[in-house]
T-cell receptor, first 116, second 115 residues
Framework: AQSVTQLDSHVSVSEGTPVLLRCNYSSSYSPSLFWYVQHPNKGLQLLLKYTSAATLVKGINGFEAEFKKSETSFHLTKPSAHMSDAAEYFCVVSVRYGGSQGNLIFGKGTKLSVKP | DSGVTQTPKHLITATGQRVTLRCSPRSGDLSVYWYQQSLDQGLQFLIHYYNGEERAKGNILERFSAQQFPDLHSELNLSSLELGDSALYFC??????????????FGNGTRLTVT
């Protein structure tokens, strides 16, 4: 069965310091993986996607994620946090046959706080 | 701006009532997905329509129904509302019949409060 686990429900960093949001997935075949960001009172916006091309994926706003098959991980990073990065981040695995979950399996989200 | 429009932005209603949420997908997108987001359940897939036809159903309650019209906009109808139905309801669209390998574009949601 496919699943995705976001290891931290809340991460707090200081402005200008690196960001690491952790995600592990479980999939019976090569997955497609996405990261979405949700700012308060907004919809989800696609940050980046991995679809079996390069393992290091660059997204918008300076974020990137590395697909590591051996570790079944797809962690999201950013070298230097900005105040505007404060939001909730969702790791998503895309599956061919999702059943009642649909094709996209969402993690429970990680809330990122950025301190001045 | 994702190009997906949801109305209304906020809805406050009483238990037992019925409401309709509306979604206009991005221009050219044929698929519309509905999701429910609540604090305790997270993001839950409700239903997916492609070009007017129902493609997949999630854990959608029998009190809820949806449809996609010939102009591709979609409506989610929630009836006999309960306090537990209070949530943020998202619509998302994509050009393809399946969201496998294909990211979705989300609207800003309708916040439903049932009192």
């Amino acid at each position: 069965a496919q699943s995705v686990t976001q290891l931290d429900s809340h991460v707090s960093v200081s402005e200008g310091t690196p960001v690491l949001l952790r995600c592990n997935y479980s999939s019976s075949y090569s997955p497609s993986l996405f990261w979405y960001v949700q700012h308060p009172n907004k919809g989800l916006q696609l940050l980046l996607k991995y679809t079996s091309a390069a393992t290091l994926v660059k997204g918008i706003n300076g974020f990137e994620a590395e697909f590591k098959k051996s570790e079944t991980s797809f962690h999201l990073t950013k070298p230097s946090a900005h105040m505007s990065d404060a939001a909730e981040y969702f790791c998503v695995v895309s599956v061919r046959y999702g059943g009642s979950q649909g094709n996209l399996i969402f993690g429970k989200g990680t809330k990122l706080s950025v301190k001045p | 701006d994702s190009g997906v429009t949801q109305t209304p932005k906020h809805l406050i209603t009483a238990t037992g009532q019925r409401v309709t949420l509306r979604c206009s997908p991005r221009s050219g997108d044929l698929s519309v997905y509905w999701y429910q987001q609540s604090l305790d359940q997270g993001l839950q897939f409700l239903i997916h329509y492609y070009n007017g036809e129902e493609r997949a159903k999630g854990n959608i309650l029998e009190r809820f129904s949806a449809q996609q019209f010939p102009d591709l906009h979609s409506e989610l109808n929630l009836s006999s509302l309960e306090l537990g139905d209070s949530a943020l309801y998202f619509c998302a669209s994509s050009p393809r019949a399946s969201s496998y390998n294909s990211p979705l574009h989300f609207g800003n949601g309708t916040r439903l409060t049932v009192t």
